[in-house]
């Protein structure tokens, strides 16, 4: 089964402040995903990586920004949290090669941003 | 953009009872997932669809696939309450880089 942890599981900051959310894997999987997830709109994209410093934007990307130093870890930053980035954030990993490999998902973190 | 809309929103059902959700868009998709999710965790993927018109079940859960491969139905029979959960559609285009997922359905089956 593949490992995959999210820290801190719940935050709560501060408009205005930088925070950084951490997504570890205990496998080599290549593509791992940042995802938000609001009332209504299901799992939207933030960014997703397809390597080691191979990353690209997803759909709400504004305001986020990625880094992946490691094929391991995959770090989501809010450059300046605002009140509209208050959400659970899922990291997901794809479990295989094929295109459409499933997704397995970390438990998430919840983020508060007053 | 690619959309998926799943249908209906909330579902509450008492235990034994069937039900059908559904998952619907104007795009085409490579293949469709769907995945359940209890509170405070993630989801976890039940079932992948490839072929338009597939059938799949996994013991009282019935996926099926459209023929088009724009849209997907899971009925449930004899629900339980352990199926209660969010349940998610997720359209996956023919790269695989980005799963496009709806809404979800939450169903609540009582006893």
């Known amino acids: 089964d593949a490992g995959i942890t999210q820290s801190p599981r719940h935050k709560v900051t501060e408009t205005g402040t930088p925070v950084t959310l951490r997504c570890h894997q205990t496998e080599n999987h290549r593509y791992m995903y940042w995802y938000r997830q609001d009332p209504g709109h299901g799992l939207r994209l933030i960014h997703y990586s397809y390597g080691v410093k191979d990353t690209d934007k997803g759909e709400v990307s504004d305001g986020y920004s990625v880094s992946r130093s490691k094929t391991e870890d995959f770090l989501l930053t809010l450059e300046s949290a605002t009140s509209s980035q208050t959400s659970v954030y899922f990291c997901a990993i794809r479990t295989g090669s094929k295109y459409n490999s499933p997704l397995h998902f970390g438990n998430g973190t919840r983020l508060t941003v007053t | 953009t690619q959309l998926l809309e799943q249908s209906p929103q909330f579902l509450s059902i008492q235990e034994g009872e069937n039900l059908t959700v559904y998952c619907n868009s104007s795009?085409?998709?490579?293949?469709l997932q769907w995945y359940r999710q209890e509170p405070g965790e993630g989801p976890v993927l039940l079932v992948t669809v490839v072929t338009g018109g597939e059938v799949k079940k996994l013991k009282r859960l019935t996926f099926q696939f459209g023929d088009a491969r724009k849209d997907s139905s899971l009925h449930i029979t004899a629900a339980q309450p352990g199926d209660t959960g969010l349940y998610l559609c997720a359209g996956v285009g023919n790269y695989g880089q980005n799963f496009v997922f709806g809404p979800g359905t939450r169903l609540s089956v009582l006893p």
């Open positions: 795009s085409v998709f490579s293949s």
